[in-house]
């Protein structure tokens, strides 16, 4: 049997092109992941490329393990040599190796949102700063958004000429940066700024990466920012063997500072690139296809697809609207108890979906009032539990002795009755 067996025709076209810029424009549930995952084990069956010379990246570390999974499951030779991980743990491990040329430790730390936040407060008040101005939300996310576009703190300096209160957080970038390097510790945003420095500063290193990835996947590609982008035209200029697949209709990054046109104008970056549309949904019914195709045609910006299925399926939508929460809430929850009464669903058949944590609330109360039982999903993650964070900061500090921060997050944990 083929690798290509048992995909539609435009997977199969998509999978079996491997040479040169090709954009696959992926529609929701058009089987883009297994589409991904044949052209990757195409490739190596070929013989065109060792699995190491191979990079996979993905936007998720979920994204990433399912696709190892599957490929796995392929039986692929190898397959765990595919370079196959998030933009961030493929500049980690780049740094890991490299960070001394930029002047890291290869032990250096790497903070989180907390971690941030505490170094925030720690320079706020050296240089008693106003919590209502500059709140950590708004310095953080200018920061961010800075190296997102891969404007180092002289440049950010330049842009913020005049403007107040963006001048006084250049001076808290400045600190920012310099408190990092004093702690031998790198932000998230740090991992793709400082690879692309190093890239850009050190020749013989990008060409070495150059010559090692012979085949580069970029998944997601509508929600790449800036750096991101650059790190990929970067690496991929030395076999142009660069596939990106995404889809414009489905960027919901923008305020991550995603850019929208890295894959519109992917055909201006690359005019010998291949498109290839995958259209056929796998997933959704005929009506709900017909109403979305009709949403989406009126965005602005776009490249035109139109997705279709041979799904069966003919129950139209409801659209309910209500002035209040709460309203809505009840009628959710008699809803619920009515498909149970007439129709014999479980209440395991239903789902709700909501788009900010806060709004579980009411369904919870109006849940409750009624005994519906329920289960929430979510909710604070593992890692970001407070003794689970103690623990990994211990590590780091008996990794990385440098990291001052770490140390006073833990110095008196337990408490021991150290002042400070």
């Given at each position: ?10 997977q ?8 040169g ?21 195409y ?28 490929i ?27 960070g ?24 706020a008040?050296?240089m ?10 708004y ?16 440049q950010y ?23 990092l ?33 012979h085949?580069i ?13 650059e790190?990929v ?13 995404g889809?414009?209709d489905q ?19 690359y005019?010998?690139a ?26 602005h910006?776009?490249?035109?697809k ?7 399926g003919?129950?139209p939508?409801?659209l309910?609207s209500?002035d ?71 590590l ?25």
């Amino acid at each position: 049997m083929s690798l290509l067996d048992g995909l539609n025709e435009k997977q199969r076209e998509a999978a079996a092109t491997t040479e040169g810029p090709l954009l696959i424009l992926a529609g929701a549930g058009s089987g883009k992941t297994r589409t991904i995952i044949h052209r990757i084990a195409y490739i190596i069956e070929e013989g065109l490329a060792w699995p190491s010379q191979i990079l996979a990246i993905t936007f998720t570390n979920k994204a990433a393990g399912e696709m190892r999974e599957r490929i796995a499951g392929m039986n692929v030779p190898e397959s765990d040599r595919i370079w196959m991980s998030t933009f961030h743990a493929m500049c980690a491990r780049i740094m890991r190796i490299h960070g001394k040329l930029l002047g890291y430790g290869d032990n250096f730390v790497i903070y989180d949102t907390d971690d941030q936040k505490r170094l925030y407060k720690l320079i706020a008040k050296e240089m008693d700063l106003s919590d209502k101005m500059y709140p950590f939300n708004y310095v953080i996310g200018e920061i961010s958004d800075a190296k997102n576009h891969y404007w180092n703190v002289s440049q950010y300096e330049k842009k913020a000429a005049g403007d107040f209160r963006k001048e006084k957080v250049s001076q808290v970038y400045r600190r920012y940066e310099e408190a990092l390097r004093q702690n031998n510790a790198m932000d998230f945003d740090d991992l793709i700024f400082n690879t692309l420095t190093l890239f850009k500063t050190q020749p013989e290193v990008l060409k070495h990466y150059q010559d090692r990835f012979h085949y580069i996947l970029v998944d997601e590609y509508q929600d790449t920012n800036h750096s991101q982008y650059e790190l990929v035209n970067l690496l991929a200029s030395g076999y142009r063997n660069l596939c990106v697949c995404g889809d414009d209709d489905q960027s919901i990054y923008r305020w991550r500072g995603a850019d929208i046109r890295n894959i519109l104008d992917f055909e201006k970056d690359y005019p010998d690139a291949k498109v290839v549309k995958l259209e056929e949904n796998y997933r959704s019914t005929p009506v709900i296809l017909e109403a979305a195709n009709q949403v989406i045609a009126h965005n602005h910006g776009r490249k035109e697809k139109k997705l279709w299925t041979n799904n069966p399926g003919d129950e139209p939508i409801v659209l309910s609207s209500f002035d209040q929460g709460y309203d809505e809430a009840r009628y959710v929850a008699e809803e619920v108890e009515r498909l149970r009464s007439e129709e014999h669903f479980t209440y395991g058949d239903c789902a709700i979906l909501y788009r900010t944590n806060v709004q579980s609330r009411l369904f919870e109360e109006a849940f409750l009032r009624q005994n519906i039982p329920f289960q929430l999903v979510g909710g604070t993650g593992f890692y970001s539990r407070l003794e689970i964070k103690d623990i990994v900061t211990y590590l780091h500090v008996l990794v990385n002795p440098a990291d001052d921060l770490g140390c006073q997050r833990v110095i008196n944990v337990p408490k021991r009755g150290i002042g400070g």
